[in-house]
Each structure stands twice: as structure tokens, then as C-alpha cells.
């Protein structure tokens, strides 16, 4: 994700009754979204909708772009509920316990990429409610790999760990290593079939992030259309920081950014393994367009 942060205004109102500062603080940040001052009708909801992935793929500025909507509320963490078995067990209350307040007639919104590619995460996510809309983030495979070995790269260097260059890690034997879990991660196909057994095709959303990062009004347009919004988010939301390279997010009165740990460039990489990696999605990448029925413009 490179797009920017904006201020998290459901995770205060989340505070704000936790902490007992219910009437005050929540009137304040009630205001932040031109909202009414939060009263008794307000409640946590589980999501109507959900960010499911893909890792890498740029789910946070969804979210954060989601959240400039007034119809909007976001968990500002992720949550990890239906993909690690000791929330699961914790149960819905915990899980509801983990959402925003919220009003309504606001849709409430949750992100964990670990989903997509967690093998009973659609199974659950239906069991709980199979009107659920899936919000799917993709990005061209290999510059998805490349991002993930990006983050662990720079996760290492900042604890002094010793790590492999990208090339040792991809070619193994002058092969590429399909066992890598970063490539594993970038076979959508592999992933989507299992959501499309539990949901149809009409209720899952995909969002290009490649184009996401270049013009995001478009995007978050057609977002809007899928989850029955009506239209909020303008051209006026979203700046271009020149001195960072990427867009930002401008509402309310406030200009905020994703933090340094997004958007963070990638170490180059030897062309003949691009172009290996690029050939082994090939075919897969083909598999996804035609079980989708939308094509993307990746390598």
C-alpha cells in the first residue's frame, strides 16, 4: 500500500466509550465525521464487509480510503479472526467486541489479508454470514513478491538480522523456488477458488491496486457502487505529495499519510530472475483472469 493515513476517528470512538469518555469524546469525534453525537442506538456490528487481501496488495489504503466515507466505520487493526484458530475460539462476541462503535445506517469494515490465502477463512466468514461483501485488493503477482520480501528485508534490518539477497532466494538450482510462500502467496487462482466455492462471483470486488496507486478516485468509485454507498469520496480527497512520490489523503480539515513502512522502495532486482518470475505467473495469472472474467495488466 502506498497511498496516506488518514486520522483513525472510529478507533477513538472505540476508545472513547472504553475509557468512559462516552458523551465529550464521542460528540468531538462524531463532529470529525459529520455525524450526530453517538447515542443509544449506536452499537459494534460484525462486518457487513470485509478486506480479505491480498497481502501486499495495498489493503490498508483501502481501508483508509474507505474510512473518508460518513457511512464508513473501520477496525482500525486487523483483526485476525477467522484466520487464526486462537481468535476463532474466542468466539463473535470477542469478535464484535474488536469492531468500532457504529450508527445504523453505517457499514462496518474489517481488513485482514491473512484471509485470502487461509485455507477455511471463506467457510467461516460464510458460516457467520454469507451476505457478507468481499473486498479483494490485487496487484501484479511478482511485484507482489518483491513487496513481501521488501517488508521482511527492511523487518531484519531494523533487528540486525543477517538476510539472503532476493535472487538467493527466489532461484534455487537455477530454477525459480515455487516453494517460497511470497510466490505461494501471489497464486491467486490457487486462493480464489476456494472463496468461490462459498461466495458467487457478484459478491466479491475486485480492486486493481496497480491502478489504485495512480488514480484512486476511480477506484474507490467503483467500491462505493459495490458496497451500495452513496457517492461521497471526491477528487478532492486525494492529493499528490510530491516530495514522497505518492498520493495522500486530505478530509475534514486534515492531511494525514500511511506510515514509513508503506510504499518503502524495493531492492532491485536481477532482470533474468524478473523476467523467470514473470514467466512462472504467466499461466496462473491466466487462470485467475479467466475465473474472474477480468483481465489485469501484469508482467
Not at 477496525?75 to 476463532?88: G, I, L, P, Q
Not at 518483491?146 to 531484519?156: A, F, G, H, K, M
Not at 491467486?188 to 480492486?207: D, K
Not at 499528490?240 to 510504499?263: I, M, P, W
Request: glycine share 6%; aromatic share 10%; with cysteine.
Amino acid at each position: 500500500g502506498v497511498l496516506m493515513l488518514l486520522l483513525e476517528v472510529p478507533l477513538f470512538l472505540s476508545k472513547a466509550r472504553d475509557s468512559g469518555f462516552r458523551l465529550q469524546g464521542v460528540e468531538v469525534a462524531a463532529r470529525r465525521k459529520n455525524l450526530p453525537a453517538l447515542g443509544a442506538d449506536a452499537t459494534r456490528k460484525v462486518p457487513q464487509a470485509i478486506i480479505i487481501g491480498v497481502r501486499k496488495g495495498g489493503t490498508r489504503a483501502l481501508l483508509e480510503m474507505l474510512n473518508l466515507h460518513p457511512d464508513v466505520v473501520v477496525a482500525r487493526a486487523e483483526v485476525h479472526f477467522f484466520d487464526w484458530d486462537e481468535n476463532y475460539r474466542k468466539g463473535l462476541d470477542w469478535y464484535r467486541q474488536q469492531m468500532p462503535v457504529s450508527l445504523p445506517q453505517q457499514l462496518t469494515v474489517e481488513k485482514t489479508p491473512g484471509y485470502f490465502t487461509t485455507p477455511n477463512a471463506a467457510e467461516r466468514i460464510h458460516a457467520l454470514s454469507n451476505s457478507t461483501r468481499l473486498l479483494l485488493i490485487v496487484r501484479d503477482p511478482a511485484e507482489r513478491v518483491i513487496s513481501d520480501y521488501t517488508q521482511v528485508l527492511y523487518n531484519r534490518k531494523d533487528n540486525h538480522k543477517r538476510y539472503q539477497p532476493i535472487e538467493e532466494i527466489l532461484v534455487r538450482n537455477g530454477k525459480l523456488n515455487g516453494k517460497y510462500k511470497a510466490i505461494q502467496r501471489s497464486l491467486y487462482h490457487v486462493h480464489m477458488e476456494g472463496w468461490l466455492r462459498e461466495f458467487p462471483l457478484h459478491q466479491i470486488h475486485l480492486v486493481d491496486g496497480d491502478v489504485l496507486v495512480k488514480d484512486p478516485l476511480s477506484q474507490l468509485q467503483e467500491v462505493e457502487r459495490f458496497l451500495q454507498l452513496p457517492p461521497h469520496i471526491k477528487a478532492s480527497n486525494f492529493y499528490f505529495n510530491h516530495t514522497k512520490g505518492f498520493y495522500c489523503l486530505h478530509a475534514v480539515g486534515r492531511e494525514r499519510c500511511l506510515d514509513q513502512s508503506k510504499g518503502r522502495p524495493h531492492p532491485s532486482v536481477n532482470q533474468t530472475v524478473l523476467h523467470q518470475l514473470c514467466s512462472y505467473f504467466r499461466e496462473h495469472n491466466k487462470n485467475f483472469f479467466r475465473m474472474v472474467g477480468k483481465t489485469f495488466n501484469w508482467c
